[in-house]
């Protein structure tokens, strides 16, 4: 992403979870179906990594800022899926 586009993620009217859900589509390069069957078990923030199945993202792909936003929005959630209920569905 160009610093633009960055400048342009943080200043758009979305809630949390939208400008999370994002953040983790783009920054972490996931998938909607991989982002959407995360768990707040496969994130480890104080290493910087998530893990998808079997297959583990290399922290070095995760900036600050999609950290800080992990940070805030699982702590505003009591599920054990990130953004999912779970049968799968954005709730």
């Given amino acids: 992403m160009t610093d633009e586009e ?15 859900f994002l953040c983790v589509l783009l920054y972490a ?12 078990k496969d994130i480890d923030l104080k290493e910087k990594t998530i893990s998808i199945g079997k297959t583990l993202i290399d922290k070095g792909n995760h900036p600050d800022i999609l950290v800080q936003h992990l940070t805030d ?9 990130v953004f999912t209920s779970v049968v799968g569905k954005i709730t």
């Fill in 6 to 20: 960055k400048r342009y993620l943080e200043q758009a009217d979305l809630d949390l979870k939208c400008r999370t």
């Fill in 29 to 40: 390069g996931l998938r909607k179906g991989e982002a959407l069957s995360l768990m707040k």
């Fill in 73 to 81: 929005f699982m702590a505003s959630t009591d599920t054990m899926y």
